[in-house]
């Protein structure tokens, strides 16, 4: 059993968005695309409260892609963006949601952030995708989304770890590439064995 995992294709990310992702809306055509194919689709949607310890205006003196440490480790600081209810979180107007079984939202608990589509980043709490996921009987993914360097390689290592097959289909996912995070990523991914297509 298959499924598609499409990770934050809103308008924060994409172009003209408050963390855009250059091309970032090149990848709602393909991943429309791709849904037909799939027996799960779901999307998920960065989802942080006014005011988010990710963003770099809660840290006086901090700019946005500077680094901070949490309790958790350390944390890239981003422009406020995908903010509840906000027309920057709401998905891209040509994404196909009604193809999604599942809308899982993450990072709406104000002092930690969530790349990953399975567990926040204090790497503990979970978002309840993998108990959805081993429910339906699915065992293998397809990732496409933004950021490929950032939600996208997150999730796909979470999966990888949690036993499923995983794929990224680049053609599908952007990256934002920030001091080399793009390169660094898909390394990791490959040699954690996410096969990269
Ligand atoms: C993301 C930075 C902050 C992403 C989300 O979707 O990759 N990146 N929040
Ligand atoms: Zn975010």
Same mark, same amino acid.
């Given at each position: 059993?298959?499924?598609?995992? &499409?990770?934050?294709? %809103? ?29 799960? &689709? ?11 310890? #990710? ?28 903010? %509840? ?28 952030? #969530?790349?990953?589509a399975f567990?926040?980043?204090?790497? %503990? ?40 097959? &995983?794929?990224?289909? %680049? ?12 390169a660094a ?13």
């Amino acid at each position: 059993m298959q499924a598609l995992i &499409v990770i934050d294709v %809103q308008n924060d990310f994409c172009p003209g968005g408050a963390l855009a992702v250059a091309e970032g809306d090149e990848v709602v055509a393909p991943i429309n695309a791709m849904m037909a194919d799939f027996d799960a &689709v779901v999307l998920t949607q960065d989802w942080h409260p006014a005011g988010h310890s #990710s963003f770099a205006s809660q840290h006086p003196g901090k700019a946005p892609l500077e680094l901070t440490e949490m309790p958790y480790g350390p944390q890239v600081l981003w422009p406020d963006h995908c903010v %509840q209810g906000s027309k920057g979180a709401e998905f891209h107007p040509d994404l196909d949601t009604h193809r999604a079984d599942l809308i899982i939202r993450k990072g709406f608990r104000a002092a930690i952030d #969530s790349y990953s589509a399975f567990f926040e980043n204090d790497r %503990q709490t979970p978002t309840g995708l993998d108990g959805y996921l081993r429910a339906r009987g699915i065992d293998t993914l397809t990732m496409v989304g933004l950021a490929t360097d950032f939600c996208v390689h997150h999730s796909a290592l979470d999966a990888v770890r949690a036993g499923y097959a &995983v794929t990224l289909v %680049q053609s599908a996912a952007r990256g934002i590439d920030v001091g080399g995070s793009l390169a660094a990523a898909l390394a990791e991914m490959r040699s954690a064995g996410v096969a990269l297509s």
